[in-house]
């Protein structure tokens, strides 16, 4: 089966730019995750989608970051405007229910650097 | 609150030997699971292996077994006869089950994780 992908593969922009990311998960998997890892560190959920609708957002700094999920299917995450300490690998993750259980796939990552 | 703790920041192992990765979880729930993963250079989360708390018997995937001490709350990689390839960050993480409005959801939770170096 077809992994989760992502894009761009990397981007580099200057600060107060705004960006956008693509991912699309494993045909059939209900729940999308968004994570921030920033270099040295594990990931942090950002932002979980069951289906169309969010079921955490808690550490999402909503107001430059914005993420939707219309159809269900794949999902865009912004930034808008970014800063510097926005510079982090985002990673797409998606499982096939809630619980997780069936394991977790990521996508390969969007690289941001904000200069 | 859960958390992950690796305490190894980076491990050197000989090409052919054996590794542990440590992992201690803080969790007071009873149903929970562990994962590791593997993140090369080339930035993608490989999963290797996954124990329920439930499990009786350590999982075990080829070369990779998780040594569950549930008393002990240590959740440590076993990777035996290490290759060059292994050389990678190595995450554990912890999925739990929070209530929230919309019903039950499970987070993952990731430790800081432990670059593994494997030379020839």
């Known amino acids: 089966e077809a992994g989760v992908a992502q894009s761009p593969r990397y981007k580099i922009i200057e600060k107060r730019q705004s960006v956008a990311f693509w991912c699309n998960p494993i045909?059939?998997?209900?729940?999308l995750y968004w994570y921030q890892q920033i270099l040295g560190q594990g990931p942090k959920l950002l932002i979980q989608?069951?289906?169309?609708?969010?079921?955490?957002d808690s550490q999402l700094p909503k107001d430059r970051f914005s993420a939707e999920r219309l159809k269900g299917v794949d999902s865009t995450l912004k930034i808008q405007p970014a800063k510097l300490e926005d510079s982090a690998v985002y990673l797409c993750?998606?499982?096939?229910?809630?619980?997780?259980?069936?394991?977790?796939?990521f996508g390969s990552g969007t690289r941001l650097t904000v200069v | 609150a859960q958390k992950i703790t690796q305490t190894q920041p980076g491990m050197f192992v000989q090409e052919k030997e054996a590794v542990t990765l440590d992992c201690t979880y803080d969790?007071?729930?009873?149903?929970?699971?562990l994962f590791w993963y593997k993140q090369p250079s080339s930035g993608e989360m490989i999963f290797l292996i996954y124990?329920?708390?439930?499990?009786?018997q350590n999982a075990t995937e080829g070369r990779y077994s998780l040594n569950f001490q549930k008393a002990r709350k240590s959740a440590n990689l076993v990777i035996s006869a290490s290759q060059l390839g292994d050389s990678a960050m190595y995450f554990c993480a912890m999925s739990y089950s929070r209530l929230n409005s919309g019903g039950s959801n499970y987070k993952l939770t990731f430790g800081k994780g432990t670059l593994l170096t494997v030379n020839p």
């Open positions: 045909s059939g998997h209900a729940t």
């Open positions: 993750a998606s499982s096939l229910d809630l619980r997780g259980n069936y394991g977790y796939t």
């Open positions: 989608f069951q289906n169309n609708g969010v079921v955490d």
């Open positions: 124990q329920g708390s439930y499990d009786e």
């Open positions: 969790t007071s729930d009873q149903s929970y699971g």
